[in-house]
């Protein structure tokens, strides 16, 4: 409870719940006509649907063009069984979350593996379809739709009108909005923003992309559903047209409109649409005559000038005059997470064996033997094109063999997905750094320690998750200490210099609690004094007890600093040994100097 | 279902399925080489088909109003966005393209138009008013965001949609028209009548398919197109202009529309709206050829149409319903067999 104080004391929550106060107030107001309260209304089960949109395209990176037929799900589901069958409204909800459910998990299911855009094909060309067979089913009244709908009743009265019906969609608004925010700011909701990322990245740490790309749509269908269900309850009547392909589209104006990333932006977004929306009803017809309609011509012209001029939609507008949020708060002391135990220093960690990858008819890794033993640094080097990075990703689970074993601890590992690897304790960072540029420092960092943590959708959405959450945070803010970077954990990622985001891979590889460091040319990029931290840093974790293997491609940073070195030539392995072998080996003079030398 | 039935159905779904062929590859073509899933494809087809109407009735089309509207929209976007590297002979080349263009077009159909031409010369008027209107739409809505998302851009283009569907409505009301047919000569084939249209129809998807084909291989224009959809950073490097590839994509993709609908505007009534439901026929064919084969995307197109004839047969109720629902399978083959998510490096 002091912390729900604590946390409505912040400057931007206060703000938030004073709106809140405000807007509860308008409808008690005698002087405010029945119009603008109707207003609200729409704009409260807009904004509902808008929620929803605003957690897949803005934060999630994916969108879908049949929103409106969930709404459609809601309102039909209930409008038949309330007036069929005499079922209470409130239980129709459940129903029609169900059936919503049902729908949503299949076609998502079939489309989320598919590149992004067809996501939004798919719900376009299934909307249409529901959108017909709304209009065809005899059971559902055709294209008159059904008639007759129950109001919603509080305590045996009737929310029949615009003003008592105002809070019961506003409380919907309100605890979409808290739960959705409460989702981003939680592990499942780094997994989630992770995805605008790429999916290489969050499944390097476990991510599973697929799945959570279906919470997420599965979310937003949900919440449009509960607006459809109120929608029929507060019209009374459905018909097929507010299901529609351009309802739909009208939502992803709002969610553009007012932009991505941020749950209130999507209030604010509908507000937006549905006041441009009666203006524009208003002053067209004495602007231009009431023969035409240019309101699409409008919409459309508008929705295109957004994307071009304002892609981050119209919030930041308002964002700018907002105090800032408060830091999150770090419990250093809370209870530390599990630790995995280190297996016995000198013990064989990973061995690859006769591993070969053959592009077509191209073989960039020709039967290469590598290990790697508990406690040391282990470098893969060669000249540019000898197959380092293709034996580092076949060691990753990034890519397929062609032939060979990998086995990590003694198990095999090869064949295996990137994020069960991942689970295993092998932790990897990339030679083209992949961050999330507009989350902070701590926040890419906590990406890393998403499989040490159980908390799912629900758990967040009531806040059940915090104690977990602070042992993440907490973990993840050592980390960043551990590297060097505590200056920073509060910056946005995207302001960092290159030097400093590989180091920021580097604590989100450790986040994951590793036996084994998998680094992709890490010093490449930095400058000498930067390249110096970084081999400070890594011999200081050799001697915390962590194996690394390093792809480099700077001798000289590789000579003082690994233990064991293996060297590729045109996917060949022509010398392995200590840095003091290798520096000897004439192949390796060769490879790298040509003969003459 | 006797024989002739079954024959006269295949011969129905082949005409559509021509016509949506042509739709799918326009949108297989924008969408390699600009990645905009052109969703205002089926627009430039209701156009197609209006336009042709009124000329047959001998008055002068809407589309030619709309026509300059986009010149100067064009014109205004191009100076907008590029006024900072404006020079005289830029500036020049833009107000011809964009500007005499549209005008000339415009006195020149005011000067046909009532004349009451031929049927195949009010088609190629038609051409010749809609073709524009691709690069212009191009010009205002997508050249200025070209390296956004693949999602942002499908957002933009259905913003597109919606005010191309609004402006139909502004410019041809909301009444539908047919147009006369090209001939009026019928072929009786055994228990079939081919009428005219219909084997315009087929000449023209063959013949087009096959310029097109040849457009890709031989002139440096097509050559260029390809290798901007095969890679847009390597075609930029070696001094293509990914803006002007784009240009004539959206342009192909105006023709291709227009020609659709010039089909189509004998065959059925056309609204200013009819275009949307038609031009997704065409994307569902897309889909299937992955939205990169345009043979495969053919053959769907020719599948969807015959689908489409069918179910019009058994449950004409539930037409439209029955070929939307066809992307759920389509969708549930390309995830298992393709099934990747991969869109980085």
Redesign the interface.
Same mark, same amino acid.
């Given at each position: 409870m002091a912390d729900l104080l604590k946390n409505m004391m912040n400057p931007r929550s206060m703000i938030f719940w004073l709106a809140a106060v405000a807007l509860a107030v308008v409808p008690l107001i005698p002087a405010v006509p029945v119009y603008w309260v109707t207003l609200l209304d729409n704009i409260g089960l807009a904004a509902l649907v808008v929620i929803g949109l605003v957690l897949l395209?803005g934060v999630g990176?994916?969108?879908s063009?049949g929103q409106a037929t969930f709404c459609g799900f809601g309102a039909y589901a209930t409008a038949l069984l309330t007036t069929q069958y005499g079922v209470s409204p409130w239980l129709t909800l459940f129903v029609a979350l169900a059936v919503t459910l049902a729908v949503a998990l299949a076609?998502g299911f079939?489309?989320?593996?598919?590149?992004?855009?067809?996501l939004?094909?798919?719900t376009?060309?299934?909307g249409?379809?529901i959108y017909?067979?709304f209009g065809?089913l005899e059971i559902l009244g055709r294209n008159d739709g059904i008639t007759g709908i129950p109001p919603l009743s509080v305590a045996g009265y009737q929310l029949s009108d615009s003003r008592s019906v105002f809070y019961v969609i506003w409380a919907f608004v309100l605890a979409a909005c808290v739960a959705t925010s409460n989702l981003l700011d939680s592990r499942m909701g780094r997994a989630i923003r992770a995805l605008r990322g790429?999916?290489?990245a969050a499944e390097a740490f476990g991510v599973d992309?697929?799945r959570v790309k279906l919470i997420v749509f599965v979310y937003a269908a949900l919440l449009a559903s509960v607006s459809g269900w109120l929608y029929a309850h507060v019209q009374r009547a459905v018909t097929p047209t507010p299901f529609g392909i351009?309802a739909s589209?009208e939502y992803? /104006?709002m969610a +553009?409109a007012g932009g991505t990333g941020h749950v209130v932006a999507a209030i604010f977004g509908s507000t937006l649409v549905i006041l441009l929306k009666e203006a524009l009803q208003r002053i067209l017809p004495v602007l231009l005559g009431h023969t035409?309609?240019?309101?699409?011509?409008? /919409?459309?012209? +508008?929705?295109?000038l957004i994307?071009?001029k304002w892609?981050g939609g119209l919030w930041m507008f308002v964002e700018r005059l907002l105090p800032q949020s408060l830091a999150p708060k770090i419990t250093a002391d809370a209870a530390p997470l599990p630790v995995r135990s280190l297996p016995a220093r000198g013990s064989n960690l990973l061995s690859l064996e006769r591993v070969r990858k053959a592009f077509q008819g191209l073989v960039a890794v020709n039967d290469v033997d590598l290990s790697v033993r508990s406690g040391d640094i282990v470098a893969l080097i060669g000249p540019n094109g000898a197959g380092k990075s293709t034996t580092f990703n076949l060691a990753s689970g990034l890519l397929p063999l062609t032939a060979g074993t990998v086995s990590f601890d003694g198990v095999r590992i090869d064949g295996e997905a990137p994020r069960r690897i991942a689970a295993r304790g092998m932790a990897r960072t990339f030679q083209?750094v992949k961050v999330l540029p507009d989350m902070s420092v701590l926040d890419n960092v906590a990406l890393g320690a998403h499989l040490r943590g159980k908390a799912g959708v629900l758990s967040a959405t009531f806040r059940l998750d915090r104690a977990e959450e602070a042992r993440i945070m907490a973990d993840a803010a050592r980390q960043i200490e551990r590297v060097g970077l505590k200056d920073q954990m509060l910056l946005q990622a995207g302001s960092l210099a290159l030097g400093q985001l590989r180091i920021l891979e580097i604590a989100r590889a450790l986040c994951l609690d590793p036996q084994l460091l998998l680094l992709d040319e890490p010093a490449a990029g930095l400058r000498h004094f930067e390249k110096q931290q970084l081999a400070r840093l890594l011999s200081q974790l050799r001697d915390e007890g962590m194996s690394i293997l390093l792809v480099e491609h700077d001798m000289g940073f590789v000579m003082g600093l690994t233990d064991h070195i293996v060297v590729l030539d045109f996917g060949m392995r022509i010398a392995a040994g200590s840095p003091e072998e290798i520096r000897a080996n004439p192949a390796v003079i060769e490879a790298y100097l040509g003969a003459s030398a | 279902m006797d024989a002739t039935i079954l024959l006269f159905l295949i011969q129905d779904g082949i005409t559509n399925g021509a016509i949506y062929a042509l739709l799918g590859i326009a949108l297989v073509l924008v969408f390699t080489v600009t990645r905009v899933i052109f969703v205002p494809q089926g627009e430039f087809v209701a156009y197609g088909a209006l336009t042709l109407a009124m000329l047959d009735t001998g008055k002068v089309p809407g589309t030619v109003g709309l026509l300059l509207v986009f010149g100067v929209c064009a014109f205004l976007s191009q100076l907008w966005n590029g006024w900072r590297d404006i020079d005289l002979a830029r500036l020049g080349r833009d107000a011809a393209f964009n500007l005499l263009l549209p005008a000339a077009i415009a006195a020149m159909t005011f000067w046909l138009a009532p004349m009451k031409l031929p049927p195949w010369a009010s088609v190629a008027l038609t051409l010749v008013i809609i073709a524009p209107m691709g690069p212009y739409l191009y010009a205002i809505a997508f050249r200025p965001i070209a390296e956004a998302s693949v999602l942002t851009l499908f957002i933009v283009s259905i913003g597109v949609h919606l005010a191309m569907t609004g402006l139909g409505l502004v410019f041809f009301g909301a009444e539908g028209f047919r147009a006369r047919p090209l001939t009026d000569v019928t072929v009786p084939a055994g228990p079939l009548v081919f009428t005219g249209q219909t084997l315009s129809v087929y000449a023209v998807t063959l013949v087009s398919m096959l310029a097109l084909s040849f457009f890709f291989h031989k002139p440096l224009f097509g050559k260029a197109l390809r290798a901007t959809a095969v890679n847009r950073l390597g075609a930029r490097l070696v001094g293509i202009s990914a803006s002007l590839s784009g240009s004539i994509a959206f342009g192909l993709a105006a023709i291709l529309g227009a020609l659709s609908g010039a089909l189509i505007a004998p065959i059925a009534t056309v609204f200013y709206d009819s275009g949307f439901i038609i031009g997704l026929k065409g994307f569902i064919a897309a889909i299937i050829g992955s939205l990169a084969s345009y043979p495969l995307t053919a053959l769907a197109a020719i599948g969807v149409g015959l689908v489409e004839s069918f179910a019009s047969f058994h449950a004409s109720y539930l037409k439209e319903v029955i070929v939307f629902t066809l992307i759920i399978p389509v969708l549930i083959w390309l995830s298992f067999a393709h099934g990747h998510t991969d869109e980085e490096d």
């Open positions: 395209t990176g994916m969108t063009f076609l079939i489309t989320v593996r598919l590149s992004g855009h067809y939004p094909l798919g376009i060309a299934w249409i379809a017909y067979l065809k790429g999916t290489r992309t697929a351009n589209i992803l /104006f +553009v035409a309609n240019w309101e699409p011509v409008v /919409f459309g012209a +508008v929705l295109v994307l071009q892609p083209h | -």
